[in-house]
């Protein structure tokens, strides 16, 4: 699926490698023509696709909530730790939606829309945080296994297995319980876990990028490994690795939110936060109480599916 | 073929005891006294000592190590912590037989709706029904199984009497209305699968078409039927068959927020509940009983596809 991503890409390089192998002088010139059509191509990417439907649309949700979480201010300016009141002083307690309480109120009289507004904040810290380094993790990881293959490989790649075999959610369950509940140790279990599968996508776009004329012929000039994996494969490799960076991200919007659902959030929980909020709330919907629950349940959904959208676009780009 | 199983066992092996090594280390590189957070922090001395003799922390490393290896070969994960006298493996067991009618049912109806989904989409390339099951999957794999979980309970559950709010029927239920409770969890794995496994369908499916064999096939006049039940569907399906060897452990143990959602007694439950009461013997025995579940599943994808694809068995060998 993600092998044959930067044809494009690796013929530019490829027309110019035999030129740099039969005219020295003129070498200098034809890697700026290399990297300018390199240039040119993600430009050309760049153009179809910001005018692709599913990425607007995904940026747009995604923008409004990265809005949510840093200024929530400018979109409500309700306390989401306080009761509502109306102007008599009496509490708005568990109404349904209203022009007083655009979602409603919960079962202790807190606007549902603020909540919202405000829960956007600690899965948009959290999240990508951990997917970065995750991707940093993962990426040198997989190149180190791609291009060196061997044993070093055989070692890493049977290690990716075997946490790749219990679901995710149970292990950072057994990690969370062992070492306590907090942010640091959140990020750090869902980086950890993350890793593994981002180092077998990378791994796999490595070893067909490292089978290409230009890296043997690099190889031939006698450049350092180093050199090679980083000068030579990890620029055709981008494409893959955002990608896998976008999909990681909506994986550990998923992941953080099923753990706060479950009990395994570091904050308060009179703090605003999607997940928290529906497992506080849930067992209402029986009694027809839904709106705390389904508007933040839907807030999650929503994110998650704007994420999806846009990974699915850059994939598509970059294929194109 | 006999080759291509042993090797394939040894490499499962390999990985079990990489798992048996990364469980075994948790507790020991944790900050802290694990012993003293799982009794409690007013625990008497000589409770604390007892915890920490049923974990086996006082042992060395290799020793605590060598234990949980004999553990999971015998299957005998001591008794749970916090219900004395119950077995780890009994409570494992049951539970496991709950997510197993769950499991069962959902496969029932993710696996033909999917694979036709597919099928269908690959069949009309292009097309709005291509587009519409391939967006629609996009977009409803990504949603935890929680948030589509009280979604249903809301539009489905409280306003129409047939759905049921808990997953688990009553005692001595017949089998209908086992079922009947069991519809809402098994529509949420629907929804999150059926994109998922018709996209995984609908790719194998393309490749396969695209091929010599089946352009070959179709120049010989053999009819578009006779086609993909002769030459696409065995090929096409290898990805599909991997996809839900890999995806069974996670329906087994990972549908945590499924089953707190519909207060359904499963394996994933039952590995939170034992998070929660710092039971960390019952806590390790279910994480392991799933990682084993995930290998043999994924063993059994991949000894199918060696029998649907001869060339599979050499090629996985590399």
């Not at chain 1, 929530?72 to 509490?91: C, E, F, N």
């Amino acid at each position: 699926m993600t092998d044959d991503h930067n044809d494009d890409i690796t013929n530019g390089t490829d027309g110019a490698a035999p030129g740099a192998v039969n005219e020295n002088s003129s070498a200098k010139d034809i890697e700026e023509a290399a990297v300018a059509t390199r240039k040119q191509i993600a430009k050309e990417q760049r153009r179809v696709l910001f005018r692709t439907p599913g990425f607007i649309i995904g940026s747009a949700i995604l923008l409004f909530w990265v809005v949510s979480a840093i200024f929530p201010t400018l979109i409500t300016d309700t306390d989401p730790k306080a009761t509502v009141r109306l102007d008599d002083g009496s509490a708005l307690i568990r109404e349904g939606p209203s022009a007083d309480a655009w979602f409603g109120t919960d079962t202790i009289g807190r606007d549902v829309f603020a909540r919202v507004i405000h829960g956007a904040e600690p899965v948009l810290v959290v999240s990508p945080i951990a997917t970065i380094l995750a991707i940093i993790a993962g990426t040198l990881v997989g190149l180190a296994m791609g291009y060196y293959l061997g044993w070093v490989d055989e070692v890493l790649s049977r290690i990716v297995e075997s946490i790749l075999s219990i679901p995710v959610i149970l292990t950072a369950i057994l990690v969370i319980f062992t070492f306590g509940q907090s942010t640091p140790v959140i990020i750090g279990t869902v980086a950890l876990l993350f890793t593994a599968p981002i180092a077998r996508t990378v791994r796999a776009a490595t070893i067909s990028e490292a089978q290409l004329d230009y890296v043997t012929s690099a190889k031939m000039r006698g450049e350092s490994s180093l050199f090679i994996i980083t000068r030579e494969i990890l620029p055709n490799i981008t494409g893959v690795i955002v990608v896998e960076m976008t999909v990681r991200l909506g994986y550990a919007v998923f992941t953080v939110a099923t753990l706060a659902f479950i009990g395994f959030s570091a904050g308060d929980i009179t703090e605003p936060d999607w997940g928290v909020d529906v497992s506080q709330q849930w067992e209402r919907i029986v009694g027809d109480v839904w709106w705390p629950t389904i508007f933040p349940a839907l807030a999650i959904a929503s994110l998650v599916i704007a994420v999806n959208l846009v990974a699915d676009s850059i994939d598509r780009a970059t294929k194109s | 073929m006999a080759r291509f199983i042993l090797r394939r066992l040894g490499l499962s092996l390999i990985t079990l005891l990489i798992i048996l090594v990364i469980v075994t280390l948790i507790p020991n590189i944790a900050p802290g006294d694990p012993a003293r957070k799982i009794a409690g922090g007013t625990a008497s001395p000589e409770r604390l000592m007892s915890v920490r003799e049923s974990l086996g922390l006082d042992d060395s490393v290799a020793e605590q190590l060598s234990n949980l290896f004999v553990s999971v070969f015998t299957l005998d994960f001591g008794d749970s912590f916090t219900k004395p006298g119950e077995s780890v493996m009994g409570l494992v067991t049951s539970s496991l037989w709950t997510s197993g009618k769950l499991v069962l049912f959902a496969l029932v109806l993710v696996l033909p709706l999917s694979i036709a989904g597919g099928l269908l989409a690959a069949y009309r390339k292009d097309t709005w029904i291509d587009r519409t099951i391939v967006n629609s999957g996009l977009a409803m794999s990504s949603i935890p199984e929680f948030v589509a979980g009280v979604i249903f309970l809301t539009v489905l559950a409280v306003p129409i009497d047939f759905f049921k709010v808990g997953a688990d029927a009553p005692d001595g239920s017949g089998v209908f209305t086992q079922l009947q409770h069991l519809l809402l969890p098994a529509f949420v794995i629907l929804t999150v699968y059926f994109g998922y496994i018709a996209r995984v369908t609908r790719a194998g499916t393309i490749a396969a078409l695209e091929s010599d064999y089946a352009r070959t096939a179709f120049m010989k006049g053999i009819s578009t039927g006779a086609v993909f039940r002769k030459h696409v569907v065995r090929n096409a399906l290898q990805p599909t068959v991997a996809v839900v060897g890999t995806q069974l452990g996670y329906m087994f143990g990972g549908m945590v927020g499924l089953e707190i959602v519909f207060n359904y007694p499963g394996l994933g439950k039952l590995i939170l509940n034992a998070a929660q009461d710092a039971d960390y013997p019952l806590l390790r025995g279910g994480v392991l009983v799933v990682a084993i579940i995930y290998m043999l599943a994924t063993l059994a994808a991949d000894l199918i596809i060696a029998w649907m694809n001869p060339r599979a068995r050499v090629l996985t060998e590399g």
